[in-house]
């Protein structure tokens, strides 16, 4: 059984995957090939963004965006508490300090703990809300907010902008696992952000065979500024040269960009099948006490279900479950069992583990179910049958 079935997806794509390289070795364009523009061209297309530019990774998007901010140290950067590393991982790396916020119960920022921590900042007050150290010994900027896509499902952009907006900060959308997805009427990377991002690593609903990732935006101005800092600051294409600002290696490989196109052509249909699969574990895990199961956003709105990450009852012996599990050849994933609080890359901020309560909650619990298009009913029957069978054995007598 796979978590992810990248196999069955490769079957089915591959007399256009194995054209599209093809033609790739032909022309011999490795580096921002022909196939990028088109990738370019398709991915704004898809979603309704006015500009989309290709990039190295997930990192390289977020990178690209906060450098063209021009973020610095002495401002703060407001994001969840509960993602991968890269997210926070990129605020620091430009100098600035993340400022965390706790999630709701989708798993995304809390916009009314939004409010709260900006108002902590404003006064240098952590008795407001959960303050990295540097903004109590020193007043810090607020610059921006990260707002993140978790597992697919789409973050309140109308709150988070709100707040945003009454505050005079910008908004980067972090769908590295939202592409795809849609926020009421609006598709995932253009429902109103000033910028957002996106990773095709892999794993992602929209993945490659390597690292890839791409930056969308409106703003013609921040497209061109993106476009240079992907290619060492170079001024333009005819220009690689000549450099105006310190940029970085943040382009996309020619290789990657054709199996995203070959990917691309099915992926619509692909959502459509993640929905069914997303739906079907609703109602089999329905009744299974104690677990908590994620909820799809309200229609309009669509999740891409990059990760089925369900909460499990309190007290359950997390890993001696998935280790029974494993043995019944069945795989899980732990979607992330620390707050980015808690990391140790980001010790020097001074948070305490228990500040974020609702990340702390989440991160003991949650555990992911194998979650891909190709996933048919009866796998799920038998997943859905051994994760009760394990649980009721290890809560038996409670």
Request: charged share 20%.
């Amino acid at each position: 059984m796979h978590f992810i079935d990248l196999d069955a997806q490769q079957a089915r794509i591959r007399p256009v995957l194995e054209r599209r390289i093809a033609a790739v070795l032909r022309h011999g364009r490795y580096i921002m090939g022909p196939e990028v523009r088109e990738l370019e061209e398709r991915l704004a297309a898809f979603c309704g963004a006015r500009y989309c530019l290709g990039c190295a990774s997930g990192s390289a998007a977020l990178d690209l965006a906060l450098l063209a901010w021009g973020l610095g140290p002495g401002d703060a950067v407001l994001t969840t508490a509960l993602s991968f590393i890269a997210t926070a991982e990129s605020i620091a790396r430009t100098g600035a300090t993340p400022v965390f916020v706790d999630i709701d119960r989708h798993f995304n920022l809390n916009a009314s703990h939004l409010e709260q921590a900006l108002a902590a900042l404003e006064k240098g007050d952590p008795s407001l809300h959960p303050l990295p150290r540097q903004a109590v010994e020193g007043r810090l900027r607020p610059r921006a907010i990260i707002a993140v896509d978790l597992f697919g499902r789409p973050a309140e952009y109308v709150e988070i902008l709100r707040v945003a907006r009454a505050h005079g900060l910008k908004v980067l959308e972090d769908a590295a696992q939202g592409f795809g997805g849609r926020y009421r009427e609006q598709a995932l990377c253009a429902c109103g952000c000033d910028v957002a991002t996106t990773s095709f690593f892999p794993a992602k609903p929209l993945g490659c065979y390597g690292d890839g990732g791409a930056v969308f935006t409106d703003d013609a101005a921040l497209a061109a500024l993106i476009d240079s800092l992907r290619y060492h600051g170079r001024i333009d294409a005819d220009h690689k040269n000549e450099n105006v600002r310190l940029g970085m290696n943040g382009r996309l490989d020619t290789l990657q960009a054709a199996i995203l196109l070959a990917k691309l052509d099915i992926f619509a249909q692909e959502l459509d099948e993640r929905q069914e699969v997303a739906a079907r574990w609703g109602r089999l895990l329905a009744h299974v006490p104690g677990l908590d199961l994620p909820a799809p956003p309200p229609a309009p709105g669509r999740s891409t279900w990059a990760q089925y990450s369900v909460l499990l009852p309190a007290g359950t012996d997390r890993a001696a479950l998935a280790a029974q599990l494993a043995l019944e050849g069945i795989p899980t994933a732990v979607n992330y069992p620390k707050g980015l609080h808690t990391q140790k890359a980001f010790a020097a901020l001074g948070y305490a583990p228990g500040d974020f309560p609702v990340t702390r909650d989440v991160t003991a619990r949650v555990l992911s179910l194998p979650m891909h298009p190709y996933l048919d009913a009866a796998t799920q029957e038998r997943v859905a049958e051994a994760l009760r069978a394990a649980l009721a054995r290890q809560h038996q007598g409670e």
